[in-house]
Nanobody, 124 residues
Framework: QVELVESGGGLVQPGGSLRLSCEASTITLDYYTIGWFRQAPGKEREGVLCISMSDGRTYFLDSVKGRFTISRDNIKNTVYLQMNSLRFEDTAVYYC?????????????????WGQGTQVTVSS
């Protein structure tokens, strides 16, 4: 059973930063494509950013380019989503996901395993 656990969410002011973590205890994340998705209240879930098995990065949202980055720490078996210059519209529950996919895709049904999510609230 694959288990993903997100952490690092919280309340931050506009312009602030957060780093979200996606940890796994049952798989080695280095061998997997990991996607970050988010869902705001009343909206559909949307893809944010992804890192592939070969460490390629794919941005699913133009609005996060230049502000968000994704990285791996293979020693800690963790994938990070660094979020800078946060905006009100970044408020959402953020999820990491993985599955049997080699390349990044924004199609959420391609991901078999999801974490429970971590809340990010951008507010003044």
């Amino acid at each position: 059973q694959v288990e993903l656990v997100e952490s690092g969410g919280g309340l931050v002011q506009p312009g602030g930063s957060l780093r979200l973590s996606c940890e796994a205890s049952t798989i080695t994340l280095d061998y997997y494509t990991i996607g970050w998705f988010r869902q705001a209240p009343g909206k559909e879930r949307e893809g944010v950013l992804c890192i592939s098995m070969s460490d390629g990065r794919t941005y699913f949202l133009d609005s996060v380019k230049g502000r968000f980055t994704i990285s791996r720490d293979n020693i800690k078996n963790t994938v990070y989503l660094q979020m800078n210059s946060l905006r009100f519209e970044d408020t959402a529950v953020y999820y990491c996901a993985t599955g049997a996919l080699k390349a990044c895709t924004v199609a959420s049904d391609a991901y078999d395993y999801w974490g429970q999510g971590t809340q990010v609230t951008v507010s003044s």
